[in-house]
């Protein structure tokens, strides 16, 4: 879906070049390109630590790459859990620390249940460990969103550049118009890339980690109702309501 609403995106846009009779070469322009892309990518790097936007540049696998959030499974797995550590304690669980499929925070988790960790203070641990990924995913958006604010205002400078260029050949409107059309390509390079591809990529990228978290807060509610010993019907009640979710 991502792929294909960025390429319907650029199709569009310069079939209407096309169709009002515009020469689709006249869309490119290299100097333009290089300031807005390079303008961008320096004003960020500016702003920005560089472990967060080697983190951002990391999450762009996860735009193109199908992520399954199992929440039924992950559902039933704490469920049986729940059954054996009623019955066996909270060392029945020692093995499944072990299991490959378990992701990184599950299996956290599940190893300080195991090492007896008392449910208020799992809840604490649990808790920390959940706004800490919040607030890394959320920083990682941030990175693009920023470039899509940047982007636009980078290419009026580039449109104010190329003007300045344009301006220079007043004696030939040859030139001086071919000057301001290619002026006006730096504007709608900086308005493109931040309507077309970086705000949306931020936006994306919010929802792919809301689905992440709310997988984590399923298994955050799981551990504690082990951690406090509840029944199988309660657990089982307090995961229902996040088995529905949509991957």
Not at 190 to 205: D, M, Q, Y
Not at 216 to 233: H, M
Request: a neutral charge; aromatic letters at 8%.
């Amino acid at each position: 879906m991502a792929l294909a609403g960025l390429l319907l995106a650029l199709v569009c846009i310069t079939l209407a070049q096309w169709w009002h009779g515009g020469s689709l070469w006249g869309l490119l322009d290299g100097p333009a390109l290089l300031i807005v892309c390079g303008g961008t990518l320096g004003a960020v790097m500016l702003q920005t630590p560089w472990p967060q936007c080697k983190a951002a540049l990391k999450a762009l696998k996860v735009l193109f790459a199908r992520q399954s959030w199992p929440f039924h499974e992950q559902a039933s797995r704490l469920l049986h859990w729940s059954h054996e550590a009623r019955h066996g304690g909270f060392l029945a669980l020692e093995s499944k620390t072990e299991l490959h499929e378990l992701d990184r925070f599950t299996r956290q988790g599940l190893q300080w249940l195991v090492d007896g960790t008392e449910p208020a203070a799992l809840e604490r641990l649990l808790d920390n460990e959940l706004d800490r990924l919040e607030e890394q995913k959320e920083l990682e958006a941030r990175v693009y969103e920023a470039m899509g604010g940047y982007s636009p205002t980078i290419g009026i400078i580039g449109a104010v550049l190329g003007l300045i260029q344009a301006m220079s050949n007043l004696d030939d409107p040859g030139e001086l118009g071919r000057g301001i059309a290619v002026a006006f390509v730096a504007t709608l390079y900086g308005v493109g890339l931040a309507n077309l591809l970086l705000l949306p990529l931020a936006n994306r990228l919010r929802a792919i980690y809301r689905l992440e978290l709310r997988y984590r807060e399923l298994t955050a509610i799981g551990l504690l109702a082990i951690a406090r010993g509840d029944g199988s019907l309660s657990v089982s009640r307090q995961l229902a309501q996040y088995q529905g979710q949509r991957q």
